[in-house]
Antibody
């Protein structure tokens, strides 16, 4: 059974960089043709796709966030990570990691990141 | 357009059938996936492709698609089906993803 777990600071100051990691257990992120995604949800709102990284390291990002987003992976830790730069209050959301690129079959529990000084 | 539109809220009487829809031109090219999300929980995949249910999803959930509309149908809705339901699909680039705004289902 694949499990994902987000980790990282719950509070980030405006203009700084949000950094989250997703640790995957029950499967290797470097095996199979799997994609590893980040998705966020603003309070009381719908889901917003941020981007994904493929097993081959190719990445795809939401056009609206592309200039600020980097997704990478560390196969030695079986983790993939999200960096979102120059954050504002509008980036306050629950951030989820998930497996998939259009069909997301495994999700982390989500982590709330608040942007505030 | 790659936008997906969902009704914000839908209600159904206990034991009755409800259809939750997701509309968008991109659905003429790609199937939608559907997720159930209960308060404080992560989304759960309940339907994908033409009409595929992941293991463990009750068979009262079914999916369909016609033209620019994808539908998730719950036949005999139960109290535990009360949740938000989100649809998503690839967008026109085929490499990006778009979500609908979500539908809050109330079981009366």
């Amino acid at each position: 059974q694949v499990q994902l777990q987000e980790s990282g600071p719950g509070l980030v100051k405006p203009s700084q960089t949000l950094s989250l990691a997703c640790t995957v257990s029950g499967g290797s992120i470097s095996s199979g043709d799997f994609y590893w995604s980040w998705i966020r949800q603003h309070p009381g709102k719908g889901l917003e796709w941020i981007g994904y990284i493929r097993y081959s390291d190719s990445t795809y990002y939401s056009p609206s966030l592309k200039s600020r987003v980097t997704i990478s992976k560390d196969t030695s830790k079986n983790q993939f990570s999200l960096r979102l730069s120059s954050v504002t209050a509008a980036d306050t959301a629950v951030y989820y990691c998930a497996r998939g690129e259009a069909r997301f079959d495994y999700w982390g529990q989500g982590t709330l990141v608040t942007v505030s000084s | 357009s790659s936008e997906l539109t969902q009704d914000p809220a839908v209600s159904v009487a206990l034991g009755q059938t409800v259809r939750i829809t997701c509309q968008g031109d991109i659905l003429r090219s790609y199937y939608a996936s559907w997720y159930q999300q209960k308060p404080g929980q992560a989304p759960l995949l309940v339907m994908y492709g033409k009409d595929n249910r992941p293991s463990g999803v009750p068979d009262r959930f079914s999916g369909s698609s016609s033209g620019n509309t994808a539908s998730l149908t719950i036949t005999g809705a139960q109290a535990e089906d009360e949740a938000a339901y989100h649809c998503n699909s690839r967008d026109g680039s085929a490499t990006h993803v778009v979500f609908g705004g979500g539908t809050k289902l109330t079981v009366l």
